[in-house]
């Protein structure tokens, strides 16, 4: 299994990026999919997480109304769109299925 983020940057409070992960190595369309983050010398904490035909969605209350979690089970691709970054979403983004991680994508947020 193999997943991995991209789509982290610098960004001003105020702005939106798109984080992807890309997987592979798993029946991709069979599996709930969970964006988490952490801060500097934070626990890391659950951001979305999305069912296996896209149906259901959950959120963090800190982000309901300014993240959005959405799949692609033909790209085999789940994606954060991340609108009115706020300084306090800096954070180290992953993207994880059943125990396996990703890399991680490092947003931050800053002017």
């Known amino acids: 299994v193999q997943l991995v983020e991209s789509g982290g940057g610098l960004v001003q409070p105020g702005g939106s990026l798109r984080l992807s992960c890309a997987a592979s190595?798993?029946?991709?369309?069979?599996?709930?999919m969970t964006w988490y983050r952490q801060a500097p010398g934070k626990e890391r904490e659950l951001v979305a997480r999305i069912g296996s035909t896209g149906g259901i969605t959950n959120y963090a209350d800190s982000v309901k109304g300014r993240f959005t979690i959405s799949r692609d089970n033909a790209k085999n691709t789940v994606y954060l769109q991340m609108n009115s970054l706020k300084p306090i979403d800096t954070a180290l983004y992953y993207c994880?299925?059943?125990?396996?991680w990703g890399q991680g994508t490092q947003v931050t947020v800053s002017s």
């Open positions: 994880n299925t059943m125990h396996y």
């Open positions: 190595g798993f029946t991709f369309s069979r599996y709930v």
